[in-house]
């Protein structure tokens, strides 16, 4: 059984900052990739940033910038720094880990950010 935890979400004004956190835990599993989505209201989810271990991290174009990803692959803990945050930026925002060995994906319950203007 494989968990992930998120905390940080809230309310917070435009311009303001959060960082999301989120911790992986349970077996068994071995990380190939973890990162952020979102859903807004209304909306599909979406690729926030994601880092392949080893590799590369991908950010949403739109987000690059003001989000940064903060992997601790020794704690298999994820973080998500949001700065200068908008109206926009209002949504569910989700952790997300696929494992190595498997090709699973695991999702955590979500925590809601909301920015008001």
């Known amino acids: 059984q494989v968990t992930l935890v998120e905390s940080g979400g809230g309310l917070v004004q435009s311009g303001g900052s959060l960082t999301l956190s989120c911790a992986v835990s349970g077996s068994p599993f071995v990380i190939y990739a973890m990162g952020w989505y979102r859903q807004a209201p209304g909306k599909q989810r979406e690729q926030v940033a994601v880092s392949v271990r080893g590799g590369s991290t991908y950010y949403d174009s739109s987000l690059k910038g003001r989000f940064t990803l903060n992997v601790d692959n020794a704690k298999n803990t994820v973080g998500l720094q949001m700065l200068s945050l908008k109206p926009e930026d209002t949504a569910t925002y989700f952790c997300?880990?696929?494992?190595?060995?498997?090709?699973?994906?695991?999702w955590g319950k979500g925590t809601l950010v909301s920015v008001w203007s």
């Open positions: 997300w880990m696929e494992d190595r060995d498997y090709g699973r994906e695991y």
